[in-house]
């Protein structure tokens, strides 16, 4: 018996010598949709109303992250869900040949989907005309991206999208689906065979990372019913059980991190939303860490990014001040335009300003709590350390 114990730890403590740092690259909601599907100005007129991305250019905004990956050469590129704008196949298509290039080039790649890429109905957004498009569904999903992530894993969840994967020797990532058909939810069977995934990982002497679409942590008060994972407590006591520290997500569109006594979670910005942003995690030799954003380099594809939040932000606060003075309402149009955006981008940066009092003498406006639970908080969610 001390014989096989001490075979095992000899194994640990080879896996933890053969490890060397690694560097992960982190985005999430993309929102893809081919151009094949769209009309410019007509996909351009509705992200200018819609909820702040982008939409229109993330064709170009994809390629310009995709040259930039072919620089930083990361080992690996995670995106934790809704690739897709709706699920679309021609999407899905046209998505997984732009991530190919980085496969190509050596950068593994490893996705989830979420609850915007399969089993939906799909449009296609025409000049004069909308049309019902080919959609994704579950089975087809996971067979169109079985060679990102859940066809070439070490172990494979039969009972959803959910799998074990190796990042590099001596670090796992643990996907879990709560989408492909289940409705946000990571199903009881899934988190069964979480036990088996994470025993393997364990006598492996590996350390893990789980990724999840949908949030383990409420990240917004404000934002609790369809952002959590339903289970999201029963999901987050077994990877706590194991020891896993730290989890990628997004679905929130806003950048920010939550954490409690033994679990990080970065939950990554819309990659359509301003300022473009990627997180880039750094793991050294000794499983510590330390994430921090990077916003892409292309100035012109960042300013058509900011127009569209702001446009959209716009089109939800104007409507609230009505009947108020013009200089009144204009400081607090500008102010709710850079909170926002701020926040979305995940820090604050000023909170000393006089259009935020004006809404803090108006708490019957709906945005003012808003506004005031933004400006509340003075960390910033775009770096944190720790150790797995």
Same mark, same amino acid.
């Given at each position: 018996?001390?014989?096989?114990?001490?075979?095992? =730890?000899?194994?640990?403590?080879?896996? =933890?010598?053969?490890?060397?740092?690694?560097?992960?690259?982190?985005?999430?909601?993309?929102?893809?949709?081919?151009?094949?599907?769209?009309?410019?100005?007509?996909?351009?007129?509705?992200?200018?109303?819609?909820?702040?991305?982008?939409?229109?250019?993330?064709?170009?905004?994809?390629?310009?992250?995709?040259?930039?990956?072919?620089?930083?050469?990361?080992?690996?590129?995670?995106?934790?869900?809704?690739?897709?704008?709706?699920?679309?196949?021609?999407?899905?298509?046209?998505?997984?040949?732009?991530?190919?290039?980085?496969?190509?080039?050596?950068?593994?790649? =490893?996705?989830?989907?979420?609850?915007?890429?399969?089993?939906?109905?799909?449009?296609?957004?025409?000049?004069?005309?909308?049309?019902?498009?080919?959609?994704?569904?579950?089975?087809?999903?996971?067979?169109?991206?079985?060679?990102?992530?859940?066809?070439?894993?070490?172990?494979?969840?039969?009972?959803?999208?959910?799998?074990?994967?190796?990042?590099?020797?001596?670090?796992?990532?643990?996907?879990?689906?709560?989408?492909?058909?289940?409705?946000?939810?990571?199903?009881?069977?899934?988190?069964?065979?979480?036990?088996?995934?994470?025993?393997?990982?364990?006598?492996?002497?590996?350390?893990?990372?789980?990724?999840?679409?949908?949030?383990?942590?409420?990240?917004?008060?404000?934002?609790?019913?369809?952002?959590?994972?339903?289970?999201?407590?029963?999901?987050?006591?077994?990877?706590?059980?194991?020891?896993?520290?730290?989890?990628?997500?997004?679905?929130?569109?806003?950048?920010?991190?939550?954490?409690?006594?033994?679990?990080?979670?970065?939950?990554?910005?819309?990659?359509?939303?301003?300022?473009?942003?990627?997180?880039?995690?750094?793991?050294?030799?000794?499983?510590?860490?330390?994430?921090?954003?990077?916003?892409?380099?292309?100035?012109?594809?960042?300013?058509?990014?900011?127009?569209?939040?702001?446009?959209?932000?716009?089109?939800?606060?104007?409507?609230?001040?009505?009947?108020?003075?013009?200089?009144?309402?204009?400081?607090?149009?500008?102010?709710?335009?850079?909170?926002?955006?701020?926040?979305?981008?995940?820090?604050?940066?000023?909170?000393?300003?006089?259009?935020?009092?004006?809404?803090?003498?108006?708490?019957?406006?709906?945005?003012?709590?808003?506004?005031? =639970?933004?400006?509340?908080?003075?960390?910033?969610?775009?770096?944190?350390?720790?150790?797995?």
């Amino acid at each position: 018996m001390k014989r096989i114990l001490s075979l095992a =730890f000899f194994s640990c403590l080879l896996i =933890f010598s053969l490890f060397s740092s690694v560097t992960i690259v982190h985005i999430s909601d993309i929102h893809y949709i081919s151009p094949s599907l769209y009309d410019y100005e007509r996909l351009k007129n509705l992200s200018y109303k819609g909820d702040g991305k982008a939409t229109h250019i993330e064709d170009q905004i994809l390629d310009a992250f995709i040259d930039e990956m072919l620089l930083l050469s990361p080992d690996a590129v995670v995106i934790s869900g809704d690739l897709t704008y709706n699920g679309e196949t021609e999407s899905h298509k046209d998505l997984r040949a732009k991530l190919e290039t980085l496969k190509n080039n050596g950068i593994k790649v =490893f996705v989830i989907m979420g609850n915007h890429d399969t089993g939906r109905t799909s449009y296609a957004l025409y000049e004069d005309r909308v049309v019902e498009t080919p959609a994704m569904t579950a089975m087809a999903g996971e067979e169109h991206w079985l060679e990102y992530g859940y066809g070439e894993a070490i172990m494979q969840d039969p009972y959803s999208s959910s799998y074990l994967t190796e990042i590099s020797d001596g670090l796992y990532l643990l996907a879990l689906d709560s989408n492909n058909g289940s409705g946000g939810t990571v199903r009881q069977k899934t988190v069964t065979w979480m036990d088996s995934a994470l025993k393997k990982a364990k006598a492996d002497g590996a350390k893990v990372i789980s990724m999840t679409h949908q949030n383990l942590f409420v990240h917004n008060p404000r934002y609790t019913f369809g952002y959590q994972i339903n289970n999201a407590s029963v999901v987050l006591k077994k990877l706590e059980a194991y020891g896993v520290s730290l989890n990628l997500s997004g679905h929130l569109h806003n950048q920010h991190i939550s954490t409690d006594s033994r679990m990080v979670e970065i939950a990554a910005e819309s990659f359509s939303d301003w300022p473009l942003q990627y997180g880039i995690l750094e793991i050294n030799d000794d499983f510590s860490y330390s994430y921090s954003t990077k916003e892409i380099d292309d100035e012109s594809l960042k300013s058509e990014a900011l127009r569209t939040f702001d446009l959209s932000t716009k089109s939800k606060v104007e409507g609230k001040l009505e009947g108020m003075e013009d200089e009144t309402k204009e400081a607090m149009l500008d102010t709710a335009l850079r909170l926002n955006r701020e926040y979305f981008r995940g820090y604050v940066e000023d909170r000393e300003d006089p259009g935020l009092d004006l809404w803090l003498l108006r708490p019957e406006l709906s945005l003012t709590s808003y506004f005031s =639970f933004i400006a509340s908080d003075n960390s910033d969610y775009r770096k944190v350390e720790g150790n797995l």
